[in-house]
């Protein structure tokens, strides 16, 4: 199921990964791992699986909903009930031929399962063992419930998002989640690579907390620098201005005068020679000190015209600037069209589903759809029989309860 071929195999082929995850940091992390080649086998709880899979709040023709789809391609699922003790036993089997194991329940949960890291990893020392959680396995939040929301407002995120007179606002989009993916596959894959030189692995300790407040780079180096504490600025930069959407006559667009060059250039394309000669807005430390007044001053040039206008006028002659779109337009557009960012994959009852395609674009061995996003327990059977698992003590396991009741 291929949607484009290389004659290398991937980079983490071979690579056995347990999927031992929810919702989205754990799961988009795991799928990253499977599109580069990686058997990821997602260990799900027997009554319903995933929480992603009932998400969202519509149906598509079957149960899992469309973010399930979006995060859970080239995985295979096993139902596994790791309450029991059947359970447990085929974990540890599982963990014995495992590189990489990911898990994010509230810390201690793994430890009363009886499949911590001490546990796994003397069963495979080998084992790289990652729990994400919302705040870290220490401090004194280390016991909270968190989601990307907590982690966006106990980090700072939701401080500096949204307008000055604006109540409290989040990103748009789950930057706590998605950073803390990020960031684990790359502790995750670092961990791999000393095992595979030391054939000892380690625990690696990830949380949307920490992940989020790594993003803080700009707004924490002015507090420490100057003491002032960063504040909402809409969609402005607090390193330069003008940089963020300006009104135009039939709506907003986004642009960047960012150096004196290109502000000099602005200035000229406005036939705005009095911005110039403004002493407010000699310098891009003086330009930001009186942004409102600049921004004010520079929206009734743009006012006469609409944005494709100015856009136009602006990217001929060297000033960043672009359109506000929605999901769908930029999906759709002429060039998220070219960079293939949607997909579509076969799917066992949905038919074509589409998906996000691969942000990175690797040009020696190109990411891949191998499976679609896998149906709950799915390939159970197949998984244990790689173990040496035959049809009969698969059986023995279901009467113990290692599938669930």
């Known amino acids: 199921m291929s949607d484009t071929s290389s004659s290398r195999p991937l980079p983490l082929a071979g690579v056995r990964v347990l999927d031992v995850s929810q919702v989205m940091a754990g799961p988009y992390a795991c799928m990253l791992l499977a599109d580069l080649g990686a058997d990821v086998i997602k260990i799900e709880p ?6 992603t899979r009932g998400a969202m709040g519509f149906k598509l023709k079957g149960t899992d909903s469309m973010g399930f789809l979006n995060m ?158 960063p504040e909402q600025l809409g969609t402005a930069n607090r390193m330069s201005a003008p940089y963020q959407a300006m009104k135009a006559a039939d709506g907003h667009f986004v642009m960047g005068a960012t150096n004196q060059k290109l502000w000099q250039t602005l200035c000229a394309t406005l036939e705005r020679p009095d911005l110039l000669e403004d002493a407010r807005f000699a310098t891009v430390s003086l330009r930001l000190a009186n942004r409102h ?50 997909i579509e994959i076969d799917h066992p009852v949905e038919g074509k589903v589409p998906n996000i395609g691969f942000a990175v674009k690797m040009g020696g061995t190109p990411q891949q759809v191998r499976r679609a996003p896998p149906l709950l327990g799915q390939h159970t059977a197949e998984v244990l029989a790689e173990l040496g698992i035959d049809a009969s003590a698969q059986r023995e396991l279901a009467a113990a309860g290692a599938f669930g009741s």
């Not at 606002?169 to 789950?174: D, F, H, L, N």
């Open 72 to 229: 859970n391609r080239n995985k295979r699922s096993i139902a596994l009930d790791l309450k029991s003790d059947s359970g447990r036993e085929v974990l540890y089997k599982l963990v014995a031929q495992a590189d990489i194991l990911v898990e994010n329940y509230r810390p201690g949960v793994m430890k009363r399962l009886r499949t911590d890291y001490e546990t796994l990893s003397a069963i495979n020392p080998r084992l790289v063992y990652v729990s994400i959680s919302g705040f870290g396995q220490t401090g004194p939040w280390a016991g909270r419930p968190g989601f990307d929301l907590m982690a966006q407002a106990m980090s700072g995120i939701m401080s500096v998002t949204g307008h000055p007179d604006g109540p409290p606002a989040k990103a748009g989009v789950p930057v706590a989640d998605i950073g803390c993916a990020l960031f684990a596959t790359y502790g995750m894959l670092s961990a791999y690579i000393g095992a595979k030189a030391t054939g000892r692995g380690q625990y690696v300790d990830a949380s949307l907390f920490d992940s989020a407040l790594a993003f803080s780079i700009w707004d924490i180096s002015e507090y420490w620098g100057t003491g002032r504490e």
């Open 293 to 342: 007044a600049l921004i004010e001053s520079l929206e009734r040039s743009f006012a006469q015209q609409g944005c494709e206008h100015w856009i136009d006028r602006l990217l001929a002659v060297g000033i960043p600037a672009g359109p506000i779109l929605s999901y769908p337009e930029a999906f759709e557009s002429e060039h998220g069209r070219h960079r293939r960012m949607r």
């Open 46 to 51: 027997p009554q319903g699986g995933d929480q």
